[in-house]
């Protein structure tokens, strides 16, 4: 991709320039959170559920620790876990994908079967299965929510490789006496590639509501602040019948921003990459 | 080729169970052996660890276990809970009627609004109206579900408390008719399923509004147009039940995995379905139970895909011909 066309890509719409503004918005407060935050965030005072003021511009928590502390801590779990288990994702379902739809047959029988498999399996389940039999931690989170997200990123690169195999170059390579890796290497991967990389970017947003749906189960990094933490402590000492706003609505919203901003990424690369999709939007 | 299309996926579907079981129980199996903190403490006789493992059939080849297992859950004993000791289908044939209640709910609204939004969207294609509801699904599509509810219990149960905020009836509530009961159930339900509706909503409301998109510029409309029907006509008597279909097949395949996703709903509601059922496991460690749930879990999906096969070949003539 050149780099007047990734310009357009990103700064030709709306979708792509809020996208890419808030995601740089909340890179940066996962970079620099720790250092801005006023209080520590799991620092407890007696001044418990207070609603915003001067001194806790977000009000505290049931334990009387600064929400927005707590906030500005939670945008690197998000980040990290929304990134690293999309990236898993990425190379299981890449891999999944190429060998099922470049090599046919029995591979492909094998892998394709697996591929359904995952497909059909409930995915918020078979998470919350896995997390509960290891012991939670951010390791534990991203490999469970990065080996349960790869089946619509494998269906995708098999397809785009069953036609990929037939083209006239990878024929010629063929006759030439390349062999399987080469050509895979050198001719499948690059063309799947784009296709790929759109597909995890909206992993990344899938990954993050799956961060935050088992942080709130009580499936979460107990050691780390995360926003589904936050939400999950908020729900347990019943904040919400407290009218406590200012503890539920800012991790929820900042969720929904990131996730925002992520998928319409993700939407504005996969339009570029699937033509068919351009005639269609708008 | 009818019978014969049908027959296949019925096999598939059995197929997919058989692994199912396999995997339910290699996984569960996997976390090992439910005796090890019995022979952990150190007032545990060797010959008590061992009466515990042949309880449980422990003591047995792999294979042996596995044919218990297999024979077990297909004759529906899942088991007992750790924590009520009540056997497990008991709870969970207790949660089900709850989770279809909840889902249903939220499935029928989310696919008529849904539906309706869509064409009014695709009506107004690119108008001020078609924005506004785009937006409004991207918002709820990127909404984490439980949040939204609890943004529904801040108001509706808090703020203006008019809409309980947990559980299904009334607790002690002494009832005088089944119809005082009935009002006092959907009365809990209208928050819960407010939420499913939500979660649902911007996915079908795209899938409905870019289906009918796709319709009205067919050529059947552009030849009912100009017989000189009404638009209005045009719309509602011919775009929209063709428009219908992708939606009604994709709810129907999503109603077993919406099972599975219902589980944050039903832990914030404590609405008492078989998510809240797996919430409770989850906190108390609970293995028997989360085994069970994942295993109902998992075959929803595979009959409500099974299901929307059977949909789609009994409304659409193109897959009879192949």
């Known amino acids: 991709m050149t780099a007047a066309r990734a310009k357009e890509l990103l700064l030709g719409s709306w979708q792509g320039r809020f996208g890419l503004a808030v995601l740089a918005f909340f890179i940066l407060m996962a970079i620099f959170g720790d250092a801005i935050a006023p209080y520590n965030p799991e620092a407890s005072s007696l001044d418990v559920l207070a609603p915003p003021s001067s001194e806790h511009l977000l009000g505290t928590t049931e334990s009387g620790a600064d929400v927005l502390s707590q906030l500005l801590a939670g945008a690197r779990i998000s980040i990290v876990v929304g990134f690293a288990a999309a990236i898993i994702s990425a190379v299981i379902g890449a891999t999944v994908g190429l060998l099922s739809g470049y090599f046919g047959g029995w591979t492909d029988r094998i892998l394709d079967g697996l591929d359904n498999w995952f497909l059909v399996i409930p995915t918020l389940p078979l998470m919350i299965v896995l997390s509960s039999l290891l012991s939670p931690s951010l390791g534990v989170l991203i490999l469970v929510i990065g080996i349960t997200s790869w089946a619509g990123t494998g269906r995708i690169v098999r397809s785009q490789v069953l036609t990929l195999r037939e083209r006239a170059f990878v024929e010629r390579a063929r006759a030439l006496g390349a062999g399987h890796g080469y050509i895979i290497r050198t001719h499948i991967l690059p063309n799947a590639l784009p296709l790929i990389f759109a597909n995890t970017v909206l992993i990344v947003a899938v990954a993050i509501l799956s961060e935050s749906a088992l942080a709130f189960l009580g499936l979460g990094d107990p050691t780390q602040i995360s926003w589904g933490t936050m939400l999950e402590n908020a729900f347990t000492s019943d904040a919400p019948s407290a009218e406590a706003w200012w503890y539920v609505v800012p991790p929820g919203l900042c969720i929904t921003l990131l996730v925002l901003a992520v998928a319409l990424l993700g939407y504005r690369f996969e339009e570029y990459v699937n033509p068919r999709l351009q005639e269609r939007s708008g | ?322």
């Open chain 2, 1 to 322: 080729m009818n019978a014969r299309w049908l027959a296949g996926k019925l096999g598939a579907a059995l197929l997919t169970l058989v692994f199912v079981l396999i995997f339910n129980f290699f996984l569960f199996r996997g976390i090992g052996d439910p005796t090890a903190e019995l022979a952990r403490l150190p007032q545990s006789t060797p010959e008590e660890v061992e009466k515990l493992r042949a309880s449980y059939g422990l003591d047995k080849p792999l294979l042996g276990q596995f044919t218990d297992y297999a024979g077990d859950t297909l004759t529906f004993d899942l088991g007992i809970s750790q924590d009520t000791r009540e056997p497990v289908w008991d709870e969970i044939k207790e949660a089900i009627p709850w989770t279809l209640l909840l889902v249903g709910t939220g499935t029928l609204l989310a696919t008529v609004i849904g539906a309706w939004l869509g064409v009014v969207a695709a009506t107004k294609r690119g108008k001020r109206t078609d924005e506004g509801l785009l937006s409004f699904s991207l918002f709820t599509y990127s909404a984490p579900e439980y949040w939204i509810g609890i943004l529904l219990i801040l108001v509706f149960a808090v703020a203006i408390p008019i809409f309980p905020a947990g559980q299904q009836v009334t607790p002690g509530e002494d009832f005088s008719t089944w119809l005082a009961e009935a009002a006092d159930v959907l009365n809990h339900l209208v928050l819960p399923a407010a939420a499913m509706t939500l979660m649902l909503l911007g996915q079908y409301f795209l899938i409905m509004r870019s289906s009918m998109v796709d319709v009205l510029t067919e050529d059947f409309v552009t030849v009912k147009r100009a017989t000189g029907l009404p638009w209005h006509r045009v719309v509602s008597h011919h775009a929209v039940p063709n428009a219908l279909l992708p939606l009604v097949t994709l709810a129907a395949i999503q109603f077993g995995a919406i099972a599975g996703g219902a589980i944050t709903i039903e832990t914030l509601f404590s609405w008492p379905g078989l998510g809240d059922l797996t919430y409770q496991a989850i906190i108390d460690k609970n293995f028997p139970v989360l085994q069970g749930t994942f295993l109902v879990f998992s075959i929803a999906v595979i009959f409500a895909n099974l299901l929307a096969d059977c949909l789609y070949f009994a409304i659409d003539p193109r897959v009879k011909a192949t």
